[in-house]
Structure formats: structure tokens, C-alpha cells
């Protein structure tokens, strides 16, 4: 039985196993990944591992343990996650996993305790975990995941063992893609999901790629033809703005790059080769600078009117 799904995970795993059968894993632990590579699976199995009654490094499935583990009602494993409808860990759900953390085992020898995202934690929050860590209870684990490790105090950082998941190049994970029903992935859509194979998965199978594809077709169009009206492309980024312009914003600071270097991000995507072909370099620069402090805008005033912004924003492009 393995205990992680995805392939990219692997090398992962089987450090970790090599730590459990040392028996060198410490009492904290912070797991980062890009988001989309999956990384929750390996977090699980390990909580797994730590409950089972029966094996070091991969969780027999069928003990007691495994079976508590399975319904989600194991009396060793406490989960910390923002509340329904809340986006941050509060201080008193810490507290209450310091208090868990220092009561004894019920069954499997120790506790643990998983806080995901760890970032949500706010600063009073972590720094109530912060007491813990300093001198963290015998028979104990706590486990942080984390997509934005930057977030969280340093000194609770210092005080955790970091795992850092890296992600994989495509080719280390074509071969999943194929199994998966996806042969081609242009280049450009592996540098718009950074690279995190699950968001490249769902970014093919719910047309957001070809959606993407459309929204850039509408920008080059109005760039060639004088005197366009802006409405289609305005149009299409109408919905999901913040999404959408975010990669456009990755996809123009490629084509910046494609001036100076032939990049196959570029020269194998026929819409985004057509935008370089009608645009040069400053342009461009212009563009994702002006890109950049538009998303920053929509992202702080959520009142504002989208739709003059983004026509104001291409205006601007052709007036340069
Ligand atoms: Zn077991």
C-alpha cells in the first residue's frame, strides 16, 4: 500500500519515512507546497502513520487506529482550520490544541495536531502556538501546512522541521498527464498554473485553457483593428476579473522575456505569439506594469466599476 497518490510526492515520502523509521522526526512539523500539488495526501498519510497501531512507516489500514482514522473520529488527532465561513485561525482554537496537546494519549501513544492552512493563523494565534513550540509537550506532533510558508513568524518557523514540497518540471509528471486523459499541454499553460500539476489538470479539463486562449485572441484583436471597441474583451473579463487578469499578468511577463530570448512559451502559443507580432517590447512592459497596479486596485476597492477600468486600461495600450 503506498501512502501517497501522486507520483511528484514520492521523493517526499520516502525521506520521511526514512525520518519516522530513525525515529528523528521531531514534535513540529511545517509542510509547504505550491497549491495544486497535492501535498494535503502526503500530510494525511503521515497523520495516518502516527495513529496506526501497527506499522513505522506506512499505515496498515486496518488496525483500530486506521479504522478510527478512516470515520474521522480518531480521539488522538485533533484538526485546526478556520471556521465555517471564517478565514482565519483564532487564538482561542489554538489554545484549545495547546490544551489537547498537553492531555495524554487515548490510544495510539501520542496526539497530533494538524493546523491547515497554518498561514490563516492570525498573529495572536500564532504567537499562543508560539508558547507551545518553545517547549512542546512529550507524546505530541504538531503538524502546520502551509501554501504561504513567508506568512507565518519566523520563530514559529525556526521551531518546526520545514518540509518544503518541491514542484515537479513537466516532464516528471507527463507520463500522469497521459494516464490522465491530457497528452498536449502547451508550455505557457504550465508557466500560468506555476507549474502545480493538479491545477494544470483542472486548468484543461474545465476550459479554463481555452478560455484563456479566447480572452487573449480579444485583446489582440483590439489592438489590430483601429478604432475596435473594447466591449469583447472587456466582456470576457467581466467575470472572475481578479482570476482572469492574474494570468494575464503571468502570460505578458512571458512575452516580456520573449523579446530577448526565443521562448517556447511563446513561440509554440499561437495567440500569444499573435500579441507579440502586433506589440513591441515597451509596450508590453508598459502594459503589465499598468496590468499590475490595475489588479492591485480591483483587489483593495471592490466597489470600483471593472468595466471602465479594463477599457481604460486597453485604451491606454493603443494611445501609447
Ligand atoms: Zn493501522
Redesign the pocket.
Known amino acids: 500500500m503506498n501512502g501517497v497518490q501522486y507520483p511528484w510526492l514520492s521523493e517526499t515520502w520516502t525521506n520521511l519515512q526514512a525520518s519516522m523509521q530513525h525515529g528523528s522526526l521531531p514534535g513540529a512539523l511545517l509542510f509547504s507546497a505550491t497549491e495544486g500539488l497535492g501535498e494535503e495526501s502526503l500530510v494525511e498519510a503521515l497523520l495516518?502513520v502516527q495513529?496506526?497501531?501497527?506499522?513505522e512507516v506506512e499505515?496498515?489500514?486496518?488496525?483500530?487506529?486506521?479504522?478510527l482514522?478512516q470515520a474521522g473520529t480518531h480521539p488522538d488527532l485533533h484538526r485546526i482550520a478556520p471556521a465555517e465561513g471564517k478565514a482565519t485561525i483564532s487564538v482561542d482554537q489554538i489554545r484549545e490544541g495547546n490544551r489537547y496537546a498537553l492531555e495524554s494519549s487515548q490510544l495510539s501513544g501520542q496526539r497530533v495536531i494538524i493546523i491547515e492552512p497554518a498561514e490563516s493563523m492570525t498573529e495572536q494565534a500564532m504567537n499562543a502556538l508560539l508558547k507551545t513550540l518553545e517547549s512542546p509537550p512529550d507524546s505530541c506532533v504538531f503538524i502546520l501546512r502551509s501554501h504561504a510558508p513567508h506568512r507565518l513568524l519566523p520563530t514559529i518557523k525556526s521551531r518546526c522541521q520545514h518540509w518544503h514540497v518541491k514542484t515537479p518540471v513537466l516532464s516528471e509528471y507527463q507520463q500522469w498527464l497521459t494516464a490522465n486523459g491530457i497528452s498536449e499541454v502547451p508550455e505557457l499553460y504550465y508557466q500560468l498554473c506555476l507549474g502545480a500539476p493538479l491545477k494544470l489538470k483542472a486548468f484543461i479539463d474545465e476550459g479554463q485553457g481555452a478560455e484563456f486562449d479566447s480572452t487573449l485572441a480579444a485583446l489582440t484583436n483590439f489592438i489590430e483593428q483601429d478604432f475596435a471597441l473594447p466591449k469583447t474583451f472587456v466582456d470576457r473579463c467581466s467575470t472572475d476579473t481578479l482570476a482572469k487578469l492574474s494570468l494575464l499578468s503571468l502570460a505578458l511577463i512571458e512575452l516580456q522575456k520573449g523579446y530577448f530570448v526565443e521562448l517556447p512559451t511563446v513561440e509554440n502559443h499561437p495567440q500569444l505569439k499573435r500579441l507579440k507580432s502586433v506589440l513591441d517590447y515597451q509596450q508590453v512592459f508598459d502594459m503589465t506594469r499598468r496590468l499590475a497596479k490595475l489588479i492591485e486596485q480591483l483587489t483593495i476597492h471592490t466597489g470600483l466599476n471593472k468595466e471602465l477600468l479594463l477599457s481604460q486600461w486597453l485604451i491606454e495600450t493603443k494611445t501609447r
Not at 495513529?51 to 506499522?55: E, F, K, Q
Not at 499505515?59 to 486506521?66: D, E, K, L, V
Open positions: 495516518k495513529l496506526c497501531n501497527s506499522s499505515a496498515c489500514g486496518f488496525c483500530h487506529s486506521c479504522t482514522f
